[in-house]
T-cell receptor, first 112, second 114 residues
Framework: EAGVVQSPRYKIIEKKQPVAFWCNPI?????LYWYLQNLGQGPELLIR????????DSQLPKDRFSAERLKGVDSTLKIQPAELGDSAVYLC??????????FGPGTRLTVL | GENVEQHPSTLSVQEGDSAVIKCTYS??????FPWYKQELGKRPQLIID?????GEKKDQRIAVTLNKTAKHFSLHITETQPEDSAVYFC?????????????FGKGTHLIIQP
């Protein structure tokens, strides 16, 4: 069984530029999560999807961040415009409703 | 919202000794507590989890204990090996099923000295 797939693995952009991250969850997993992990810190939840519905986006900075999960499978997280403080690893995870969360390898974003 | 505190931030033990990492949580409604291991540059991987209806769970050299009254839980690793070196994160979830987003501690860097 393939794990959670994310791309790109690394992204370097200049501040004020837009950036997008893509996530393909484990087949059949209805719940998808985006987390942000700063260096030396634990992951912090940004948004959670149940199928195609965003059921918890309270921690998503909506002025510059947006996300979508069309058809309840793949998901895209976008930042526009990026700021220096957005440099971090963006992790995607998926789960069946009541089971463990499986994490992807993450996208390491560097904003210059 | 939930707040998870984790201690220590760094733990160095001799190979073969035991390691204990402790976490406290703030929301008494939390009832699912997983532990993740993250090696440098890798994804977090679940190593063990516990739900609030049990007080202890063991899997080979790894065990987790939960004290609901005191709102704290601990990870115990016995007979530590070099491959145990990594950052360990505790987490808590409100739903009990793990389907809710997890609130993580800040991590413990475990160093196994040869």
């Amino acid at each position: 069984e393939a794990g959670v797939v994310q791309s790109p693995r690394y992204k370097i952009i200049e501040k004020k530029q837009p950036v997008a991250f893509w996530c393909n969850p484990i087949s059949g997993h209805n719940t998808l999560y985006w987390y942000l992990q700063n260096l030396g810190q634990g992951p912090e939840l940004l948004i959670r999807y149940e199928n195609e519905e965003a059921v918890d986006d309270s921690q998503l900075p909506k002025d510059r961040f947006s996300a979508e999960r069309l058809k309840g499978v793949d998901s895209t997280l976008k930042i526009q415009p990026a700021e220096l403080g957005d440099s971090a690893v963006y992790l995607c995870a998926s789960s069946l409703t009541t089971n463990e969360q499986f994490f992807g390898p993450g996208t390491r974003l560097t904003v210059l | 919202g939930e707040n998870v505190e984790q201690h220590p931030s760094t733990l160095s033990v001799q190979e073969g000794d035991s390691a204990v990492i402790k976490c406290t949580y703030s929301d008494s409604a939390s009832n699912y507590f997983p532990w993740y291991k993250q090696e440098l540059g890798k994804r977090p991987q679940l190593i063990i989890d516990i739900r609030s209806n049990v007080g202890e769970k063991k899997d080979q050299r790894i065990a987790v204990t939960l004290n609901k009254t005191a709102k704290h839980f601990s990870l115990h690793i016995t007979e530590t090996q070099p491959e145990d070196s990594a950052v360990y994160f505790c987490a808590a979830s409100l739903s009990g099923g793990g389907a809710d987003g997890l609130t993580f501690g800040k991590g413990t860097h475990l160093i196994i000295q040869p």
